[in-house]
């Protein structure tokens, strides 16, 4: 998700992307007489004109605009302190969380260029710190996919107990339900299908 908007590198023969300072992001806040509404996600740019009633003014996420504050993206800090561009420190989970935020701005708005900051130095390549984002994303997106797997071998289970009938421990799966029947005096193991 370095690339461009569409996911990828630009495309040979496209025009380049257009690199924004911090200043001229800034500049398209929404407001009378800004140049538009625009807002970055790690470094890239987006026309969000068409969702003005959310990022123009008065709108609830008004305070994205005219920035790159993708660290409030996961962490639900909208103050000054957190509407940064910094994601240092960040779970890979939450990396992951961002990169599908990205994602969804790619779908939904369109794509301007670059902002040269942290992400893009001033010819618009990838700096270090993006490229330390994407490994920390495909950290998450495989300790992702290792907790899918173990939630399909290891279903999940219940358990409830009362002081007349003793405890019961339930697991269930697509296939089947495991079940223990704990009274007070023995114990019991049944196995049901499910279709």
């Not at 987006?46 to 605009?65: L, Q, R, T």
């Not at 420190?89 to 301007?112: A, D, R, T």
């Amino acid at each position: 998700w370095f690339g461009d908007a569409a996911g990828s590198p630009l495309a040979a023969g496209s025009p380049p992307s257009r690199l924004f300072t911090k200043s001229e992001l800034s500049r398209y806040t929404g407001e009378k007489g800004s140049e538009g509404l625009y807002l970055a996600v790690l470094g890239q740019v987006f026309d969000v004109s068409k969702g003005k009633k959310h990022y123009g003014p008065g709108g609830s996420y008004s305070f994205f605009a005219g920035q790159d504050a993708c660290r409030a993206f996961v962490s639900g800090d909208f103050t000054e302190n957190g509407l940064v561009d910094d994601v240092s420190g960040l779970s890979p989970s939450e990396m992951l969380s961002l990169q599908e935020w990205l994602v969804f701005y790619k779908k939904e708005y369109i794509f301007k260029g670059k902002l040269i900051g942290p992400y893009y130095d001033h010819t618009g390549e990838a700096t270090q710190a993006l490229i330390d984002a994407e490994l920390t994303v495909m950290q998450g997106k495989k300790l992702k996919a290792e907790s899918e797997l173990e939630n399909k071998i290891f279903p999940s289970c219940n358990s409830e107990w009362t002081s007349t009938k003793g405890g019961r421990v339930w697991c269930s799966s697509r296939r089947f339900v495991l079940s223990y029947q704990f009274p007070p005096f023995y114990s019991e193991c049944s196995v049901s299908w499910q279709s």
